[in-house]
């Protein structure tokens, strides 16, 4: 085994912004259909337009991707996706909450506050990933995660179209794996057997 | 990164919401724990009170703070035609059906914020021509914001998207013809808002004090726990006359509320709902 890994995760988050479609839609493409910890994409986005990304998203996933109401109940294995104009946070209790709070480095959704709010209630048994993009947002919500004993993988700088968003992670906390998309999906898959033969 | 600031613990909200209760009769215990902590911190930050100890002996001390207090936790982000095609429908189908029954429609804005909302809703009964039949209640629990909602004043920045969701609603005019531009600020014609009255309003507390064909309440229960939006969610359906509508916000549902079955759903992606038992 290549990477330090335990079962013991619940949930992953991913973030990204200018560049991370064709990575997000590539792991999306790839990720075990029945892999089983629910997932929490949080893209930039354009704010007025509520319809198609998901569409987008799903024409090579083998997950279904939704957007989440206010207060759904978090599936098993479930893909989720920040809706447009709404933050999308975690909640104790096991469910999603949607806020139209100010942006958050000019964004709204923003990957600090889906990844912060993941961190409090998954503490050490969340996941963060974060692909490539033009800011920083996500890198406070990466110092978060590693502050509660998370597990932190940013998207090689090198491979990242834009990468200001992972270097901007990796300079705010320590990362535990930098990884090409090929190796993110390697690394999901690894995580998904230690599921399996549990 | 600067984040030097202790989390702030679930037993400390606790602590303070009973003092709010307490003292000041605002019930903040049941508000969705994860916006809730995060607008707690921006009051600690915002002024320098180092943990929430210190917030609360300011509270327990200081009275005028408290509006202030409000003012800040509470949510006012907003935009006029906010979901253009919310809108569209409200005047190509919602209104329409109301006006079809009677010659009146009474309406309540539930959480109004800065009033952004009220004054769209004035533009589109206006060019429909029925501005003149419609009642009006626009209602905040943050009394600073009432103010500015009633002063219908806005950057004039602001008004760059709020002209493009016009024109995605297609309107029939344009936005300029509603407002004066002056000191960098677009002043609504106040006789756009003539058949509005504003008042302060607890939606958690506050009692049923009226009957409405339609209320906009979009984006105001999502700061709250499954338990108070059932309960706010009660008070909602009491405040409607029957065959009235409700409006919530795009990616807000009803359907784990436990009166869900007193509504239908008229429009589902709009989140637009119609009371069909009292």
Redesign the interface.
Known sequence: MRYNLSNKYKAIVIGGSAGSFQGITQILANVPKDFPLPMFLCLHRLK?V?HGFVEALSIKSNKVIA??????TIKRGAVYLA?AN?HM????GN?V??????LVNNSRPAID?TFE?AS?VYRDKLIGILLSGANKDG??GM??IKQRDGLTIVQDPKESMINAMPNAALA??KIDYTLNVTQIIDFLYELDKLYKTA | MDDLSPDIEITELRRLTQVIKDKYDYDFKDYAMSSFKRRIKRVLDLYKFKNVDKLISVLENNADFFDEFVSEITVNVTEMFRDPTFWKILKEQIIPNILLNHNKITIWHAGCSSGEEVVTMCMVLDEMGVLDKAKIIATDIDTAIINKAKNATYPIKNMDVNSKNYARYQGTRSLEYYYKEANGEAIIHKSLLENVSYRKHDLVQGVVFSKFDLILCRNVMIYFNQTLQNHVLNKLHESLFKYGYLAIGSKESLIWCEIANKFIVVNNEEKIYKKVKD
């Open positions: 007025h509520r957007e989440p109401f206010d207060k759904e809706p709404y946070c975690l909640e104790l469910t909450a949607l806020s139209t709070e100010e506050l709010s409090y890198a406070y110092m978060k705010a906390t």
